[in-house]
């Protein structure tokens, strides 16, 4: 996700924090691309979603460090090569470095034809998992990012309201400010299980916190 500043002393405060950033680190340790991953390893730690032999949809998941999270999850040895037991899709705008085992599709997901790419390769199987990092280009404009937000949120829900298991779940980045308690309100009528999560990976700073939805009220049993 892209902010567009004109404050230097923004950008140098922002490089001083992520050098210093001990997930950033880790990440650097452990072979991930992003600190990101720790954000999902938190949320999936705490609820338990993805789990050996399921089938995950990664959406906005470049420049790959959610992908690379479950990949290690499904491995019966926790590697990041070699072994899968279960399936990744992958989907963003942007093009993303091959990851063992994950297959990417590169769309927009906003686009018709990116959610028709991602129902072909699932060729009616049912995901245990939906995982949402997309987020737009902030403008700087509440209202219109507001409205950018919302879009790929409702987006992410309604291909989970699809595809998902009865048991399944969505995990969706959200910001806080106008529009968040809406997409709350909008988790809540379309899952029997909604939790609101800021994991300690999430920088204090940030508005970001993220949704999760166990269990589509509309999934046959």
């Given at each position: 996700m892209k902010v567009k500043t004109k404050s230097k002393k923004v950008t140098k405060s922002w490089l001083n924090d992520h050098v210093n950033d001990p997930y950033v680190k880790l990440a650097q340790k452990e072979g991930y691309r992003a600190r990101a991953a720790y954000k999902l390893k938190e949320i999936d730690e705490q609820l338990g979603l993805i789990k050996p032999g399921h089938l995950v949809v990664d959406l906005g998941s470049t420049p790959g460090a959610w992908s690379q999270y479950v990949r290690r999850r499904l491995s019966p040895k926790g590697a990041a090569v070699g072994e899968l037991n279960g399936t990744i899709l992958a989907l963003d705008i942007l093009p993303m470095e091959p990851i063992e085992g994950v297959t990417f599709l590169q769309g927009d997901f906003r686009e018709p034809?990116?959610?028709?790419?991602?129902?072909?390769?699932?060729?009616?199987?049912?995901?245990?998992?939906?995982?949402?990092d997309m987020a737009p280009n902030l403008?700087?404009?509440?209202?219109?990012?507001?409205?950018?937000?919302?879009?790929l949120v409702e987006l992410a829900i309604e291909f989970a309201m699809q595809h998902l298991k009865p048991e399944g779940a969505l995990v969706c980045k959200v910001f806080h400010g106008s529009g968040y308690s809406q997409l709350v309100k909008r988790f809540k009528e379309q899952f029997r299980t909604v939790k609101p999560l800021?994991?300690?990976?999430?920088?204090?700073?940030?508005?970001?916190t993220f949704l999760v939805g166990i269990g589509p009220k509309n999934a046959s049993r």
């Open positions: 034809e990116a959610a028709a790419a991602l129902d072909k390769e699932l060729a009616g199987r049912k995901v245990d998992a939906v995982v949402s403008s700087g404009i509440p209202s219109s990012d507001s409205a950018r937000i919302e879009l800021k994991p300690k990976a999430s920088r204090d700073k940030s508005s970001e």
